[in-house]
Nanobody
Framework: QEQLGESGGGLVQAGGSLRLSCVAS????????ISWFRQTPGHEREFLAS????????YYTDSAKGRFTISRDTATNTVYLQMNNLKPEDTAVYFC?????????????????WGQGAQVTVSS
């Protein structure tokens, strides 16, 4: 059964770092692109970054460029989001998403598979 599971969220002070993990279980996901989104109350999910199934091709939106890095361990099918120099406005629930197609636009809404989300809280 295909499942996505995020971990690594928590409370961090402004300027700190966190690394989120997304374990993509199931043989199908080894061929899927994996993306990271975030959502705050009352707002739509915001696309941040994606990585292809080989881990070689990445895409970042302006919100993620410079401070966030997406990577993929193809052996364990785990996708990471390293977040540095965190700011209070980065506080959100972070989700990973799987899609057979690689997103190529910043207004990407996500594929059909979502994880349960991980809370990230950045204190000032």
């Amino acid at each position: 059964q295909e499942q996505l599971g995020e971990s690594g969220g928590g409370l961090v002070q402004a300027g700190g770092s966190l690394r989120l993990s997304c374990v993509a279980s199931g043989r199908t996901f080894s061929t899927y692109a994996i993306s990271w989104f975030r959502q705050t109350p009352g707002h739509e999910r915001e696309f941040l970054a994606s990585i292809d199934n080989s881990g070689c091709s990445t895409y970042y939106t302006d919100s993620a460029k410079g401070r966030f890095t997406i990577s993929r361990d193809t052996a364990t099918n785990t996708v990471y989001l390293q977040m540095n120099n965190l700011k209070p406005e980065d506080t959100a629930v972070y989700f990973c998403n799987a899609d057979p197609q690689c997103p190529i636009a910043s207004n990407y809404l996500g594929g059909g598979y979502w994880g349960q989300g991980a809370q990230v809280t950045v204190s000032s």
